[in-house]
């Protein structure tokens, strides 16, 4: 079966978009990839603020990435029916290059995601460990004998 101009055009034209796409995907996924990295760093140093701040920009960035991949989807279908010739073949390897390293980057960003979550866990813990002994402390003890009740039974009115 032969191909007429235009249906040759709008294949390569489908996969040159598809191949944008996924190049635009990439660099969203290298930039996830270097705030779990940065975000590990964090969880590490114990500061609080930042990690708040990469779990909130992690947000973003995976927002991103979804609404890309969603683009994605309908451009790959349209693109298997797509049979390689001349012009589109070279575009088409292109793109299947883009595909196996964004499926290596994807198994890098689940993995230190995963490795993140542990680390953070291993934080929280040891924040509860140390919760637990202040308040078991001699010291939180006695304290907590001088303290005086907040009531307003000890509170003259009358002047």
Known sequence: MALTQDEFARRVAVLRRL????????ERL???LSLLENQAEAIGSGAGEKI???????????AGIFSVQKAIRPLEEMSLGAAP?????TVGEEVAALKSTLDEMKAQAREQSAKNRGLLSARIA????????LRESPLAKARAAYRVPASGALLDLRG
Do not use: C, H, P, T
Not at 19 to 26: N, P, Y
Not at 85 to 89: K, L, N, R, T
């Open 52 to 62: 708040i701040a990469y779990a909130e920009m992690e947000e973003q960035v995976l």
């Open 126 to 133: 040891a924040i509860r460990m140390e919760i637990k002994v």
């Open 85 to 89: 010739s001349d012009g589109a073949s």
């Open 19 to 26: 191949k944008g796409l996924l190049q635009l995907q990439r």
């Open 30 to 32: 290298a930039g996830y």
